[in-house]
């Protein structure tokens, strides 16, 4: 499940970080920090970034699913990052089209394999505006975490349905 890959320390909640790059590399840093990635990570999220954007319109409510390749990768996780204003990221499949991204959960993927199988899970949760507006204002990590876990627990036991 998607909530056993969260840590308080890879929730970065009110970012003062106000351009892509720099939201990017503070995510990057506290995915590096935690022993998920390596120290070239951050720099990876932000170049595969330009190449290829990850800016996405959920019903109204801006995200970005930043990652690099799985070498700069030691495990599997995640982080995120709600800044304070929302922060100006290419919508995927676009160069010119523009998402103003709420939240940004840099993704870690070690294996590329498990890529898709991974996304997947996290995007069922994010497809929810509901769970996107609670990890938003979430006052703690924790309570973003436990946002998530309620998400994934129903879902896993059929009481919500999307």
């Given amino acids: ?9 890879r929730i ?6 106000h351009t892509r790059s720099g939201l990017l590399r503070e995510l990057g840093e506290a995915l590096v920090t935690e022993g998920i990635c390596r120290d070239s990570y951050p720099e990876a999220l932000c170049a595969r970034e ?3 954007p990850t800016g996405l319109d959920m019903d109204g409510f801006g995200i ?5 390749d799985a070498v700069h990768v030691i495990r599997t996780g995640l982080a995120i990052g709600v800044p304070r204003r929302p922060v ?6 676009t160069d010119d089209e523009t998402v103003e991204a709420r939240i940004v959960v840099a993704l870690a993927i070690d294996d590329p ?3 898709l199988d ?6 069922e949760i994010l497809r929810d505006r509901e769970v996107l507006e609670a990890i938003e204002g979430a006052r703690t990590p924790e309570e973003a975490i436990a946002r998530v876990r309620m998400s994934e627990e129903a879902r896993a036991s059929g009481l919500r349905g999307n």
């Fill in 64 to 68: 970005a699913m930043p990652h690099s």
């Fill in 50 to 52: 330009d190449e290829y």
């Fill in 12 to 17: 970065l909640l009110g970012m003062e970080q």
């Fill in 88 to 93: 100006t990221f290419t919508a995927m499949g």
């Fill in 1 to 9: 499940m998607i909530w056993e890959r969260l840590a308080p320390g």
């Fill in 113 to 115: 394999g498990s890529h």
């Fill in 118 to 123: 991974f996304v997947e899970a996290l995007l």
